[in-house]
């Protein structure tokens, strides 16, 4: 299987916030189970899949950060934040019937791995899913920018993008009804429309390492594996 792939080694970000489904914060069960299928039929396509997941849906440390909180340590909560989530995620791939590893950059190894790239590449290898938590391991960062780190240095073919809505826009479809959905940009495009594909560090770092950024709508069931296959509805920024 695999040959009919787009992409055959790919990284999904999973921000917190698709994790809560409409819950105001937290974990909503059923979401998460629903992505850990998703990601298991995305596995099930012959590709190697790694996700990256953020924390929003608990806490945000640029938001908590003041009043006594500095912001290195606002982003050391936001980051055990995501290594929650990744915990929770890792048990919901396991209960949808794939293997899954949990890899955290900042090292707790009572609780999971510590990341390291060959031990990830081995997961990936043996078909485990590959759970990464921690984003980079450093403050001021965030999981966008870590994904495009490990989608890089894991020599992923593309950052998939899972997010509320199916693309890119050339404003926020929320509050303009005439905005329109690119189906494909380059980095250079993206970059000077000023379109917040992500954020600034980490769509620097995927132009330069030459990274496609597939964006899509995680709330449309199989969209992980339509997007490895090259289809469905999505934005592609590609070089
Ligand atoms: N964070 C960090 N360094 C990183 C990744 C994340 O300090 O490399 C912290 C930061 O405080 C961030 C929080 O973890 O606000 C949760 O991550 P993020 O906001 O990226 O989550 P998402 O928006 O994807 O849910």
Request: with cysteine; charged share 25%.
């Amino acid at each position: 299987s695999g040959d009919d792939l787009a992409y055959r080694r790919v990284l999904v970000k999973v921000s917190g916030e698709a994790l809560m489904g409409d819950e105001p914060f937290g974990l909503h069960w059923p979401t998460v189970a629903a992505i850990a299928r998703d990601l298991v039929e995305a596995r099930a396509t012959g590709a190697q899949v790694a996700v990256v997941v953020g924390g929003g849906n608990i806490l945000r440390g640029a938001r908590v950060a003041g009043d006594g909180l500095d912001r290195a340590t606002a982003d050391h909560m936001g980051m055990l934040a995501t290594a929650m989530n990744a915990l929770a995620l890792e048990k919901a791939i396991e209960a949808a019937g794939s293997p899954a590893r949990t890899l955290c950059a900042v090292p707790m190894p009572t609780i999971c791995e510590s990341y390291a790239r060959q031990p990830a590449l081995k997961h990936l290898s043996r078909e485990r899913i590959v759970v990464l938590a921690g984003g980079t391991g450093n403050p001021y960062f965030t999981t966008d920018t870590g994904a495009v780190l490990r989608a890089a240095e894991l020599g992923c073919d593309a950052v998939m993008k899972a997010t509320n809505v199916d693309g890119v826009y050339t404003a926020d479809p929320k509050k303009d009804p005439n905005a329109k959905r690119y189906d494909r940009l380059t980095h250079d495009e993206a970059l000077a429309k000023d379109l917040k594909v992500m954020d600034a560090a980490a769509f620097a770092l995927a132009r330069e390492a030459r990274l496609p950024i597939i964006v899509f709508s995680i709330r449309e069931p199989g969209a992980i594996a339509s997007a490895i296959r090259g289809e469905g509805r999505a934005t592609v920024v590609a070089p």
